[in-house]
């Protein structure tokens, strides 16, 4: 057995997935890594409670539930599974001090459970998810914490050759990551959000080329759960200032694109008060999918289709209104240093002279709509500049007044 004093905790619903429970604390065993198994069944706690195979018995987890294991042991499954997640999370968050890492087995239920409580632990913990459902789509089970997630090919439903194959490789996966994970930097910098698109990378790159010997800074791709992760970090203390250049999640929430963020973008810079410098990156485009994609209501709109995969969609003046409306008002909930940046010449690398969607009459519109919502004080402010925002006058307005947020 390891010397450490940490767990990796192997969490599943012994009632169905007991011998694969115990297979994965064998492996992380032989592999050097001490374990405790975590039950998460919703029903027959009772039979289960005494078997010596599990190490935290599905009861003892329910009790962590805010309204007790009642409502855990409710007879319903949906609600059931809903309910030990919430007892799973508050667990995990009493007892993170004893992680080291954390892997789960489940189908449909069991990762759902599994991985919504695994969300609320920090970014760099190891998580692995070994699920039936790792095949399809997968955002709603990782959301923005760095969960891997790895298909177990067969159902899990009792060991075989391959399913003994596949969880001695998840278990070897997590001794890796425990038995050699990255030493600490004590010396390290502040650590610096930004968010880019494909088309405000020039922005983002001379940002960072110019910043990086005093913070270490990180880019999140503004595809939905990029701003998820990255406002995950400012709530857990991380991330100890931001440079919000490229809000196009926001265009996509409001008017049905694919890269969505949540209705709580920016609520995080409200609770916390960090630091926050905002500005227009790619909101004159709503991202689809293929042509095949697009919604019947758009037939009649400009479109740029930047690859068989990825088609882009202008935003009009009345949306770039309401975008601007939409920010304003989650901005005027911020006590902290805030302010917004609009670069009159251009949101993105197609909103330029001579470029599919360089459009001044929306840009104006956008100023308009956070113009009139957005209240300014001595801290919130909204600045304007004529450049465009790949050009390095823009780049040398944002670093100036960075400077002064800070």
Not at 73 to 87: D, K, N
Not at 248 to 258: H, K, N
Request: proline share 5%.
């Amino acid at each position: 057995m390891s010397s450490m004093t940490q767990f990796v905790y192997v969490i599943g619903t012994a009632d169905t997935k007991l011998e694969e429970l115990i297979w994965l604390k064998s492996c992380l065993h032989a592999a050097g890594v001490d374990s405790y198994i975590i039950d998460v069944s919703t029903g027959n706690a009772a039979e289960l409670i005494e078997n010596k195979n599990i190490d935290i018995p599905s009861a003892q987890v329910a009790e962590y539930h805010p309204e007790g294991a009642s409502t855990v042991f409710c007879h319903e499954r949906g609600r059931a599974i809903t309910a030990m997640s919430v007892a799973l999370t508050h667990f995990l968050s009493g007892t993170a001090e004893d992680i080291s890492a954390l892997i789960g087995i489940g189908g449909s239920g069991g990762t759902a459970l599994i991985t919504a409580a695994m969300q609320s632990m920090p970014i760099g913990m190891p998580k692995l998810m070994v699920s039936t459902m790792a095949s399809g789509n997968v955002a709603d089970y990782v959301g923005g914490a760095d969960i891997a997630m790895l298909y177990s090919v067969t159902d899990l439903n009792g060991l075989n050759y391959l399913s003994r194959t596949i969880l001695a490789n998840a278990a070897n996966m997590i001794a890796g990551a425990v038995n050699h994970g990255m030493v600490p930097d004590s010396t390290r910098k502040p650590l610096l959000g930004l968010t880019m698109f494909g088309v405000t990378t020039p922005c983002i790159n001379q940002l960072v080329n110019l910043l990086k010997k005093q913070f270490d800074p990180l880019v999140f791709h503004a595809t939905g759960n990029g701003g998820t992760s990255m406002e995950s970090l400012i709530d857990s203390g991380e991330i100890m200032a931001v440079l919000d250049i490229t809000l196009t999640e926001i265009a996509d929430l409001l008017f049905g694109g694919v890269l969505a963020c949540k209705e709580t973008r920016l609520d995080c810079i409200a609770r916390t008060r960090k630091p926050w410098l905002g500005s227009a990156g790619a909101l004159d485009m709503v991202n689809f999918g293929g042509p095949d994609s697009i919604p019947e209501r758009y037939a009649q709109r400009l479109f740029v289709e930047h690859n068989a995969q990825v088609t882009l969609m202008r935003t009009t003046p009345e949306e770039n209104y309401q975008l601007g409306v939409w920010i304003g008002n989650k901005l005027n909930h911020c006590n902290g240093p805030v302010s917004f940046i609009i670069p009159e010449g251009g949101f993105s690398a197609l909103d330029a002279p001579g470029q599919p969607f360089f459009s001044p009459h929306a840009r104006q519109a956008f100023a308009q709509g956070l113009e009139s919502t957005m209240v300014q004080t001595a801290h919130r402010r909204i600045i304007k500049t004529p450049h465009h925002i790949n050009s390095p006058e823009f780049t040398s307005l944002v670093l100036n007044e960075f400077k002064k947020i800070l």
